[in-house]
């Protein structure tokens, strides 16, 4: 099995000396290829900021991070975002679609900085709006779409590019019961297609949904492989 997210003895400090903050305190976290997992933990607990590291948004303060194989936790920001583009695709709470934009204009987007042809843009925008359900609102702008379909386009925004990994950020906060569900669903059938995908959620119901579940706690990862019904007594 392919080792996708590889982080090795990682630390993240702000601040110094009585400031000093260790967000993160000697990480390490496998997630293999094709594997479905959530991340869980207090508010505080560093889960947030894992996020960010595996999600190329921020550098560890000390350790190594290999995504797919490359070591890129001292990358420059120009490098950074080459492999952010290449080989992530993100899901956030928040949509962050352009209100101005179509929902195949939204989607073709990354594209754009990959230097993806027009004529190929638009046609991999419209097959990733029809694998999440969307094939007959490729021209309505997100005001014109209901949350869950919002974030449909977000979802299929953020695998136009084939990544190699799915980062979802509380992708089901501003969703109702139906819709996350629906919503989870999509997640779970583009896992079944080969995805890896990797989601920090607070919610349990949604990482019981998941293959595996990491708990974080004050920065460090105090439970890495605990299956949906171990949640019973973590959660109360």
């Keep these: 099995m392919t080792k996708i997210i590889r982080l090795e003895n990682i630390f993240k400090v702000y601040g110094s000396g ?11 976290l496998i997630i293999d290829e094709g ?4 991340i869980m933990g207090p508010s505080g607990s560093g889960k947030s900021t894992a996020m ?10 000390d350790g190594h991070y290999y995504l797919d194989n490359i070591d890129v936790a001292q990358m420059n920001d ?23 934009l179509t929902a195949l204009e939204n ?7 990959a230097n993806i042809d027009p ?11 029809i694998k999440v359900g969307l094939e007959k609102r490729l021209n309505n702008k997100p005001t014109q ?14 695998i136009v590019n084939r990544p190699v990994v799915l980062l979802a950020d509380e992708p089901t906060g501003a969703l109702d019961s139906r819709t996350t569900q629906e919503v989870l669903d999509i997640f779970t059938e583009l896992n079944s297609s080969g995805i890896t995908v990797v989601m920090v959620t607070h919610e349990v119901e949604v990482a019981r949904q ?16 605990l299956t949906p019904a171990d949640l019973n007594h973590l959660a109360a």
């Design 107 to 113: 989607v073709m987007l990354p594209m754009v900085y």
């Design 18 to 28: 009585e400031t000093e903050v260790k967000a993160l305190n000697d990480v390490n």
């Design 52 to 61: 960010n590291i595996i999600g190329c948004l921020d550098r560890p303060s």
């Design 78 to 100: 120009k490098d950074l975002a080459h492999i952010r583009n290449k080989k992530l695709g993100f899901v956030f709470q928040q949509f962050h679609l352009l209100p101005q």
């Design 145 to 158: 779409l209901s949350g869950g379909q919002q974030q449909r386009v977000a979802i299929a925004r953020a």
């Design 35 to 38: 594997e479905y997992c959530s």
């Design 210 to 225: 998941t293959g595996r579940i990491v708990w974080f706690r004050d920065g460090q990862v105090v439970h890495s492989n």
């Design 119 to 129: 004529a190929e843009r638009r046609d991999r925008a419209a097959e990733a709006l």
